[in-house]
């Protein structure tokens, strides 16, 4: 006679269920999140798509996504073009970035540990005041920002360019909630030991807070790349201009371009995909950290 099967206990159960909805959860949002992904990729790769098209395949319909004539024309006819000097205005856009995107950091890492740490008369009213330009629309600054760089005689130069953002509101607050988050006992273990406030600032607290820093690297260097109006009114030689100013040339009054236009904007797209890959590590402890845990 065969044995009787015993049931298996209501807990078991219960975490069997509780494991099967846990795997549906997980997978309706990786289902999500792949379709969100998709929605910020299709552009870019119809950017690319378009860039590798010939002429005859710019406009046809219906709409294809891999070209028939795969060619690389469009990449030659702007940078070989002497007419176009598209290396220079990489090389420009690729140095003013870079500078403003140190100076950035750096100076808002500083004035974010001033207002996190130091006491002093008027501090709190201070920070409070400067988030304030934070719902100022920034195009209320292009004038003034103007007139200065034209009394300081520095139109058409590239300091007319990078000076005026060598500071970021948004960076200074950023980085003064990640200083806060950083415990005080590690600065006092380093002023015990003999150092000073310069040296707990750049060996003690600067290697901690190289996650947030990386994504005010990113979100600075990403800003200035893509800077369109303020290089087109401080930049009037051709060769001193930017890449986004520089592309706007391909640009006709009635005739468009597509695939030089979409070749351009890969490359200057390339750059910031390259930083952010390099950089995401450091995004995403960003986001992850809160504090330290002793």
Not at 79 to 87: E, K, R, S
Not at 117 to 125: K, T, V
Not at 174 to 203: N, V, Y
Request: no cysteine.
């Amino acid at each position: 006679m065969a044995a009787a099967t015993t049931p298996a206990p209501a807990n078991v159960r219960q975490e069997s269920r509780s494991a099967g909805a846990s795997v549906i959860a997980r997978i309706l949002l990786y289902a999500v999140l792949i379709l969100i992904a998709l929605f910020f990729l299709l552009p870019l790769l119809w950017m690319f798509s378009t860039s590798i098209k010939p002429r005859s395949e710019w406009v046809t319909l219906p709409l294809t996504w891999i070209p028939h004539n795969l060619t690389w024309e469009n990449y030659t006819s702007i940078l070989a073009n002497p007419t176009l000097p598209i290396v220079r205005w990489f090389v420009n856009s690729v140095g003013i970035s870079l500078i403003v995107t140190v100076l950035v950091v750096l100076i808002d890492a500083m004035a974010g540990y001033a207002y996190a740490r130091l006491n002093f008369i008027g501090r709190d009213a201070l920070f409070a005041l400067l988030l304030a330009t934070l719902f100022l629309p920034g195009i209320m600054f292009i004038v003034p920002n103007f007139l200065t760089v034209a009394r300081l005689d520095w139109l058409n130069t590239y300091q007319g360019v990078f000076v005026p953002g060598l500071a970021s509101v948004f960076g200074v607050f950023f980085l003064r909630q990640f200083f806060q988050s950083i415990p005080k006992e590690l600065e006092e273990a380093a002023f015990i030991d003999g150092a000073g406030p310069f040296t707990t600032f750049f060996r003690v607290v600067l290697p901690l807070a190289r996650p947030a820093m990386a994504t005010l690297a990113i979100i600075t260097f990403l800003g200035s790349w893509n800077d369109f109006l303020w290089p087109l009114l401080i930049l009037s030689d051709r060769t001193m201009k930017t890449l986004p100013v520089g592309l706007a040339e391909l640009q006709g009054a009635y005739v468009f371009e597509y695939g030089p236009l979409m070749a351009g904007a890969v490359i200057a797209a390339l750059p910031v995909l390259i930083l952010y890959l390099f950089l995401q590590r450091y995004i995403v402890q960003s986001v992850a950290m809160t504090g330290l845990k002793g």
